[in-house]
């Protein structure tokens, strides 16, 4: 799985980094069980801080889709599947031109209530 930032995007760049690995569960690149890279190092591939990538498996592991532990590294978590990371994936771009258009938190959610 390649993961790559571009610093010229709005988006955060440890937002970045967890986007590219939500794609590659949701394009079965990555499977449970499969490690991702060591944070140290993707952050030296990608010249970004490791607190960037950090913050990216973060995010990654608050979603449920990775486990993250001292010692062992990042992997994907066995519960994670591609609906649901296609589905995280989504609705931060959801959130992102929500954010374009003025369009605050409460009423998001009421646009999407009203959709249910």
């Given at each position: 799985m390649l993961i790559r930032v571009d610093p010229a995007r709005p988006q955060p760049l440890g937002e970045q980094v967890a986007a590219a690995v939500r794609r590659g569960i949701a394009e079965g690149e990555v499977t449970?069980?499969?490690r991702l890279p060591p944070a140290r190092e993707l952050a030296e591939s990608l010249d970004v801080?490791?607190?960037t990538v950090l913050a990216g498996y973060q995010k990654l592991r608050?979603?449920?889709?990775?486990?993250?532990?001292r010692g062992r590294?990042?992997?994907v978590r066995a519960g994670a599947h591609a609906g649901q990371a296609g589905?995280?994936?989504l609705v931060r771009g959801l959130v992102l031109e929500a954010r374009?258009?003025?369009i605050g938190d409460d009423e998001l959610v009421e646009l999407v209530r009203?959709?249910?």
């Amino acid at each position: 799985m390649l993961i790559r930032v571009d610093p010229a995007r709005p988006q955060p760049l440890g937002e970045q980094v967890a986007a590219a690995v939500r794609r590659g569960i949701a394009e079965g690149e990555v499977t449970a069980g499969d490690r991702l890279p060591p944070a140290r190092e993707l952050a030296e591939s990608l010249d970004v801080s490791i607190h960037t990538v950090l913050a990216g498996y973060q995010k990654l592991r608050d979603e449920g889709l990775i486990d993250l532990r001292r010692g062992r590294g990042a992997v994907v978590r066995a519960g994670a599947h591609a609906g649901q990371a296609g589905v995280a994936e989504l609705v931060r771009g959801l959130v992102l031109e929500a954010r374009r258009f003025g369009i605050g938190d409460d009423e998001l959610v009421e646009l999407v209530r009203s959709a249910l």
